[in-house]
């Protein structure tokens, strides 16, 4: 990724960790001064995303847009794609954003955007994969890093973590396993996407 200040915007619905993570890497790894690379900005569709405050805590902008004041997926991804791009975005990070994008608003980012998934795709696209993992017998989980296209949770993979799925383990016992992985995986795969 050529050029100076790769901003980096990141998008969030919850707590957040991913984007902590990635937010922490940044500054222990000395992006800005490697890169020219720094978290911009933090958006959440959710006001009360716990991520949000932890964001605002680092000085960064962090702004919320309720998707659910907007008529249409369509209007919303407008809206969301302007607040983006007053950042000028070399990345744009999906973090446990739970939204369905628009073809235009993954067209509009090609080649800029990612995602994390909580489990080994191809495998188990879409919502409750440690509980379907479970429920399926599997003997591994995981998480992926992969770009996003407008098919939901394809796109290249760019990272992968695997963990055991232990006996007993529920769908929380495993997602916390998992979350830990994904906290390694996440700021590893945007290093790699900022140093090329
Ligand atoms: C993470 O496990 C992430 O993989 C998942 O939501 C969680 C967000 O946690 N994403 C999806 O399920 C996307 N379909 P976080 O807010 O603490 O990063």
Redesign the pocket.
Known sequence: MSGVNKNIVIL??????????IVETARTQRWQARFGARVAAVISNKAA???LVWAKEQGIAAAALDHTAYDSREAFDAALMAEIDRHGPALVV?????RILTPGFVQHYEGRLV????SLLPAFP??K?HQRAIEMGCRVAG?SVHRVTSE??HGEILEQAVVPVLPGDTAETL?AR??TQ??LI?PRAVERLLSV
Request: charged share 5%; no cysteine; net charge negative.
């Open positions: 969030i619905s919850g707590s957040g960790s991913n984007m902590a993570a995303a716990q991520g999906l973090a446990g954003f739970m995602n994390i998934h909580p879409g919502l994969t998480a939901l949770d997602s998992v979350l994904e906290h996440y």
